[in-house]
């Protein structure tokens, strides 16, 4: 394919230009499926890379369809699922082909996807190293001035696992306004294998460990770290310890990182602040006060003793419950009256029945009362009755019904149900 | 007079027979409803369900296997019978 640029260039000049020769026609379809289907999936694995304006002017020479034609070989082979181990001349092949000088990215965060995906495929990590660089991740080695000064000798426990790795890929913005990554160095040489227990080894030293636990521990920690509250270490560290793999030592070095990658997802916009459970208004509704139950007596007997009622309960019970409301502002009541107008049901609820129902409100308890003996003014007592935790029987709404024939469903459909 | 609470939040529900499970229904349409079990089977109500479906004379047989049975922790304990078999011949047709 690459040895005839012009059979290459034909399907982007002709893709569907009709022929007198069969023969040609074949040929040209042949060599047009050859490359439409890496250039498919290289749109799909590479979308967010942005090639240079004067390679699509470009793309029909010769030099640029073979360079495509390779990215999109590489781009094929990793596809395939990954092997054990390549080779040093595999990946720097495939690194040359993969990333080239020039090429430019939209943003920073898509050359780190693509990097991070492409190193995980050929068993090796890329740690950055500063704004514009990206290293193998053993690409470094800590002893390097000591040893240099002759000042400490490595030992087998002191060991690291750098091999001062060459492999990189530097990229730099053209400007403020643009914001357009191009790559300036890329370096596809590595000086140690890349296999499964190496790379297995690098990502830990890399810090891919804690990675994955960052993004979950920015929810964690984020409220605490929002409001700059000081957390002894020791709390913090078992905090994080659940999430972080249990090869991970949190070590004081250790938590200040992760607690350094928290921050960063926090100011890239990652962390979103919780929003409260219960709005303001349903605060005011949600509260443990009672104040009717402390004062309900004294009301009910300031108007039974300045009050006639002539056998009528109905003036009694709706004054009782305005005064009740006017004294607390968390008690809330509705009454059903009869074809006479006359209340022949009344439903009440407190602020703790209240926030009882609004917690616990999904199992419910009915049940009645038919002794009209105990209460004064010789009502069925109908409750509404939710279960804590404690298997506590808590009261969502109270009832008084004047006659038998009232039943559940006259006392739900004055209640809070509707 | 709950914000925040509809009919469609109850999903469990108990009580007497005074409410039928079509009734619950009709005001929890999410609504599974069962019979408390001081209703069903407690030895301290009399006219419990039980008593009311199979009569006293039969009940006062199977009552003490009924009553562990609803209280049983596993199911091993639930299905395993303790009735003596001597009586059984009361549970026959007269």
């Known amino acids: ?34 490359i439409s289907q890496p250039s498919m999936a290289a749109a799909t694995t590479n979308s967010a890379a942005t090639k240079n304006d004067d390679v699509g002017a470009a793309s029909f020479e010769e030099g640029a369809v073979e360079a495509r034609t390779g990215v999109e070989v590489n781009d094929a082979t990793m596809a395939q699922a990954p092997r054990s181990q390549y080779s040093t001349s595999e990946i720097e092949r495939a690194t040359n082909l993969k990333f080239k000088r020039g090429d430019q990215y939209e943003s920073e965060s898509d050359l780190y996807e693509e990097l991070f995906t ?200 709706t004054r009782l419950m305005n005064r009740l409301k006017a004294s607390d502002p968390y008690f809330d009541f509705r009454i059903h009256t009869d074809e006479n107008d006359h209340v022949d049901c009344v439903t009440w609820q407190v602020g703790a029945s209240r926030a009882a129902l609004m917690k616990y409100g999904d199992k419910v308890f009915l049940d009645t009362r038919n002794n009209e003996n105990m209460n004064c003014i010789n009502m069925q007592y109908m409750s509404f009755v939710v279960i804590d935790w404690n298997k506590r029987m808590l009261p969502a709404s109270e009832s008084f019904v004047f006659s038998e024939r009232m039943s559940f469903t006259m006392l739900l459909s004055i209640s809070h149900l509707r | 007079m709950t914000p925040r609470f509809s009919r469609y939040s109850v999903v469990l529900g108990f009580g007497d027979m005074f409410i039928s499970a079509e009734n619950a229904k009709r005001w929890f349409p999410n609504i599974t409803w069962l019979v408390d079990t001081y209703h069903f089977c407690s030895s301290k109500k009399k006219d419990n369900v039980l008593v009311k479906s199979f009569g006293p004379r039969i009940w006062q047989i199977i009552a003490t296997d009924m009553r562990a049975a609803v209280y049983a922790k596993t199911e091993e304990e639930c299905l395993v019978s303790n009735t003596n078999d001597t009586n059984l011949h009361l549970l026959l047709p007269l």
């Open chain 1, 1 to 34: 394919m690459s040895n005839s640029p012009s059979n290459a260039n034909a399907p982007d000049l002709l893709p569907s230009s009709p022929s007198s020769d069969g023969l040609v026609d074949v040929e040209m379809e042949e060599q047009q499926n050859i």
């Open chain 1, 118 to 317: 492409f190193a995980n495929h050929y068993n090796f990590t890329v740690a950055n190293r500063g704004k514009g660089e990206c290293r193998c991740g053993k690409a470094g080695n800590s002893w390097s001035k000591k040893k240099k000064n002759r000042d400490h000798v490595l030992q087998i426990k002191d060991s690291s696992q750098v091999t001062e790795c060459q492999w990189q890929v530097r990229f730099h913005t053209e400007s403020q306004k643009d914001n357009i990554f191009r790559i300036t160095t890329v370096v596809g040489t590595h000086n140690h294998p890349c296999d499964i227990p190496t790379a297995v080894v690098s990502r830990k030293k890399a810090g891919k460990a804690v990675s994955a636990a960052i993004t979950q521990l920015t929810n964690i920690l984020g409220p605490f770290l929002a409001k700059n509250t000081k957390m002894p270490c020791n709390l913090i560290r078992r905090t994080i310890e659940p999430y972080v793999s249990p090869g991970v030592t949190l070590s004081d070095v250790n938590i200040r990182s992760i607690l350094t990658g928290v921050k960063r997802q926090m100011d890239s916009g990652k962390y979103k602040p919780p929003e409260p459970v219960i709005g303001i208004d349903d605060l005011r509704a949600f509260t443990s006060v009672d104040i009717t139950s402390t004062s309900c007596r004294q009301v009910l007997d300031d108007l039974l003793s300045n009050a006639s009622t002539n056998g009528d309960n109905s003036w009694i019970v």
